[in-house]
């Protein structure tokens, strides 16, 4: 049984894991299986964080299952048309499944109002969710409209494409912005302008609040 102070330790390894092996790798079912075990493991992590979720639970779960027969159904020899059905359906579901994801993450580390190791690996869990999350929008974008980004959408592979789109995330997620990967629709660049606030402003109150726990330990030993 692994020991509750280490899953969220583990569950960043292995978030961080999987970005670093997603680009290395070129078939699609194997980045497939990887993206599902990574929804399932942080899904687990999370039920256990939120005992007092039934309901959301459920629902979960729910999304969850869907993603997986999406994801299962998309890297099967189906016509061009229905591949873009069943990917579609895999990204709808995955975005608010990621959002709750994160949302309990969260619940999890401010209910306990202690400044824990476990509760700063959740808060950087969290951080890397929210730029997969976009990553999965901007996959959504891209299936609907190849020239949301400056990218040749067709002479990529559906693993290299994540891949790209999980690295302009992650670097519009944090303001970096190298320019490589450039956003070319209105609402591809809205989208992106909206991910670097949330970024700018995610680091602001989880730094606040951590400041507020420090402070509080030390004046209540």
């Not at 256990?48 to 020899?77: C, D, E, F, H, Q």
């Not at 809205?190 to 400041?211: K, R, S």
């Amino acid at each position: 049984m692994l020991r509750a102070e280490w899953r969220f330790l583990q569950l960043t390894m292995f978030i961080g894991a999987w970005m670093l092996l997603a680009p290395m790798l070129q078939d699609r079912w194997l980045v497939q299986l990887l993206l599902q075990l990574f929804l399932l493991n942080t899904l687990l992590v999370t039920l256990w964080a939120n005992p007092g979720w039934p309901g959301l639970r459920t629902l979960m779960i729910g999304l969850w299952l869907v993603s997986l027969t999406g994801s299962i159904l998309a890297i099967l020899p189906l016509s061009p048309d229905w591949r873009h059905i069943m990917r579609s359906i895999e990204l709808v579901s995955s975005m608010p499944l990621l959002a709750l994801l994160a949302a309990g993450i969260l619940r999890f580390v401010f209910r306990r109002r202690q400044l824990t190791a476990d509760g700063i690996f959740a808060t950087v869990a969290v951080y890397l969710i929210v730029a997969l999350l976009f990553a999965q929008l901007y996959l959504l974008l891209l299936e609907w409209n190849p020239a949301s980004f400056n990218l040749d959408a067709n002479a990529r592979t559906p693993p290299q494409l994540q891949s790209d789109l999980a690295y302009f995330s992650l670097i519009t997620l944090a303001t970096v912005g190298y320019g490589d990967i450039l956003p070319v629709t209105e609402i591809a660049r809205t989208l992106a302008a909206f991910e670097a606030t949330v970024g700018q402003f995610y680091v602001a109150v989880v730094v606040a609040v951590f400041v507020g726990m420090y402070a509080a330990q030390r004046r209540d030993p």
